[in-house]
Nanobody
Framework: QVQVMESGGGLVQPGESLRLSCAASGFSVDEYAVGWFRQVPGEAREEVSC????????STGDSVKGRFTISRDSAKNVVYLQMNNLNLEDTGVYYC???????????????WGQGTQVTVSS
């Protein structure tokens, strides 16, 4: 079964950093694309960053460019989202997600984790 599970969220002050982890099972992060998304209550879920190993695609949303970086650890089968210089607008529930081998960070994937809360507050 294709499954992903997020961890690493928490409460931080503006300017601080967090690293989120997405543990993958049932597939290899060297073969499947994995994306990070976030959602604020009452607002649409937005793509934050995505990585496709097949085409070496790395995408980052405009609001987080220069601050967030996606990476993977093949041995651990984990995808990370390094979040630096966090600001209040980064608050939300962060999800990782994937799909079958034909998905390469375009459109909405089907397999989602449960989400991890990131709260940036002064």
């Amino acid at each position: 079964q294709v499954q992903v599970m997020e961890s690493g969220g928490g409460l931080v002050q503006p300017g601080e950093s967090l690293r989120l982890s997405c543990a993958a099972s049932g597939f290899s992060v060297d073969e499947y694309a994995v994306g990070w998304f976030r959602q604020v209550p009452g607002e649409a879920r937005e793509e934050v960053s995505c990585f496709s190993p097949r085409y070496s695609i790395q995408s980052t949303g405009d609001s987080v460019k220069g601050r967030f970086t996606i990476s993977r650890d093949s041995a651990k089968n984990v995808v990370y989202l390094q979040m630096n210089n966090l600001n209040l607008e980064d608050t939300g529930v962060y999800y990782c997600a994937t799909d079958d081998v034909t998905w390469h960070c375009s459109g909405r994937p089907r397999f989602w984790g449960q989400g991890t809360q990131v709260t940036v507050s002064s």
